[in-house]
């Protein structure tokens, strides 16, 4: 069965940065697009990028540009999400989720990461 | 960018009753490229509907999904207490792929 795993809770201070670990077990990693979304506590869901992991290609969302970088590890099939110069209002949960093609929906789920930044 | 706007913000329904969930884009929404996810505390999102109208693998046929352009709606036709949670849409035609800001269905 698809499992999407992801790497535990970080705390982190201001001005540091964060990579978050995804592990896909029960697919074919390479077929399926890895986007990442993050909720702040007791907020919504905010899209911040994919990554095409048979291209390593990315797009990112724009509010993300220059502080986010996805890559992945095929040989792993584990998909990373870095995040610089943290800020406190970056506390959320990030989510991995994978998609079946660029334009696609998110069928499947991590189980999340909580990431706080604090001083 | 796409901004997603859902109302109402909160649903007080009882269990049986049909809820109506509704999701207006700020421009069209290519190919109808519209998602709804449900989210209940302390877990990640659930895909139930994609392509504005077709169920997710193992969604109950209570949950159906219409719409087409800027105007969606997800519609639960009776429901059921494990259905109480909170509702998203997703737009995922052009980048970046918006959220609507949620649903939350709760028991009256």
């Known amino acids: 069965q698809v499992q999407l795993v992801q790497s535990g809770a970080e705390v982190k201070k201001p001005g540091a940065s964060v990579k978050v670990s995804c592990k896909a077990s029960?697919?074919?990693?390479?077929?399926?697009?890895m986007h990442w979304v993050r909720q702040a506590p007791g907020q919504g869901l905010e899209w911040m990028g994919r990554?095409?992991?048979?291209?390593?290609?990315?797009n990112y969302a724009q509010k993300f540009q220059g502080r986010v970088t996805m890559t992945r590890d095929t040989s792993i099939s584990t998909a990373y999400m870095e995040l610089s110069r943290l800020r406190s209002d970056d506390t959320a949960v990030y989510y991995c989720?994978?998609?079946?093609?660029?334009?696609?929906?998110?069928?499947?789920w991590g189980q999340g990461t909580l990431v706080t930044v604090s001083s | 960018e796409i901004v997603l706007t859902q109302s109402p913000g909160t649903l007080s329904l009882s269990p049986g009753e049909r809820a109506t969930l509704s999701c207006r884009a700020s421009?069209?929404?290519?190919?109808?490229?519209l998602a709804w996810y449900q989210q209940k505390p302390g877990q990640a999102p659930r895909l139930l509907i994609y392509?504005?109208?077709s169920r997710a693998t193992g969604i109950p046929d209570r949950f159906s999904g219409s719409g087409s352009g800027t105007d969606f709606t997800l519609t639960i036709s009776r429901l059921e207490p494990e259905d109480f949670a909170v509702y998203y849409c997703?737009?995922?035609?052009?980048?970046?792929?918006?959220f609507g800001q949620g649903t939350k269905v709760e028991i009256k």
């Open positions: 990554i095409n992991p048979n291209s390593g290609g990315t």
């Open positions: 029960g697919y074919t990693f390479t077929g399926y697009y």
């Open positions: 421009q069209s929404v290519s190919s109808s490229y």
């Open positions: 989720a994978r998609s079946d093609y660029v334009w696609g929906e998110l069928d499947y």
């Open positions: 997703q737009q995922y035609g052009s980048s970046p792929h918006t």
């Open positions: 392509g504005a109208s």
